[in-house]
């Protein structure tokens, strides 16, 4: 019996996605539940599991082909499991190419190397194929254009000092040829996505940033103290991110205006506290959302934290828990950064950007002393945000981390 596979339905804020990898070929055998191919969207990549074992006989979607919820791309014969013994149509092509390695057949030369080839004028004789099987690839047409072409090419009338240079005009080579190489990718999903907002946001909101400093030192000692029985009683290391968590909503409790949002002509007050914290990832920038931060313990923050930055690494963090939120927190210390002015995630209003704990000289009752300090920086929307709670705001989140028992006594 033939199975379609389609697109599984995509949450209402994503309006399509990208095949981004196929894992099977026409003719190979799947398995029930097997990943067949990756969907990307502008928040996750999906994984698309085989409804039904048997073989795949048809694709109608191919790479990079943009897909809607439930749209079908490819067919499934769970009837002709057998079948997947029988080679694939291209592997005898292969075998017959690794057993007769000319690379000066057609059929030994990869589609990109080619096009360079007619680009540059080159013949298949003219370059030696390094792939498998002797085929042609994209790096030996690059290989043989930089090379000087053989002496039995230049006629024996020219003097050997009056022969021109045989190199040809960088100008005339394809970027990918030149000796200033360049390489066109289309952006992902993900990162237009980003892009998309970043500019909404710049172009939207009268953004503004204040700064701070604060001395780390009270954190410090609390958690070198305490840092070896907390991974045993709970499993997870205590960082630093578990500390600002709390002292952020220690401070939006304090002044809602910094937790609100901008609707139309209405300003929405929340009375929760979601929390983003924004996570490097091999697709980009993602922020997953620490939900009801204000109900969880450090120890509950710092497993959350721990489990987006291992899932956001996989690419396996769920469209829900990048959805939302009502505050960010971005940590670019952990990259170096010593000062930077975060752009706010729209509908929210504010971000905090804290940055590298470096040891650092100030006074103190008159007296110079070394203190491992960290500058804070808040971005906010001044059209719901005046300078007066965007400050202060501020302001108790320095308090509370230079003296953290503010959190537990909620002063």
Known sequence: MRVEVKVPQLPESVAEGTLV???????????????????????????????????????????GAAVAGQEVIAVIDSEAAAAAAVPVAAEPV????????????????????????????????????????????KGDVIAAAGAPPAPATVPAALPPVARPSPAVPAASLPAGLSRRPEQRVPMSRLRQRVAERLVQSQSTAAILTTFNEVNMQPVIELRNRYKDRFEKEHGVKLGFMGFFVKAVVHALKKFPAVNASIDGNDIVYHGYFDIGIAVGSPRGLVVPIIRDADQMSIAEIETKIADFGKRAQEGKLGV???TGGTYTISNGGVFGSMLSTPIINPPQSAILGVHATKDRAVVENGQIVVRPMNYLAQSYDHRIIDGREAVLSLVAIKEALEDPARMLLDL
């Open 21 to 63: 990898g196929w894992h099977k070929k026409v003719g190979q055998a799947v398995a029930r539940d097997e990943n067949l191919v990756d969907v990307e969207t502008d928040k996750v990549v999906l994984e698309l599991p085989a409804p039904v074992a048997g073989v795949l006989v048809e694709i109608r979607k191919a790479d």
């Open 94 to 137: 292969a075998a017959a190419a690794a057993a007769a390695p000319s690379p000066a057949t057609p059929a030994a030369v990869l589609p990109a190397a080619r096009k360079m080839m007619a680009e540059q004028g080159m013949a298949g004789a003219d370059v030696p194929g390094t792939g498998r099987g002797g085929r042609v690839t």
């Open 320 to 322: 829900d828990e990048l």
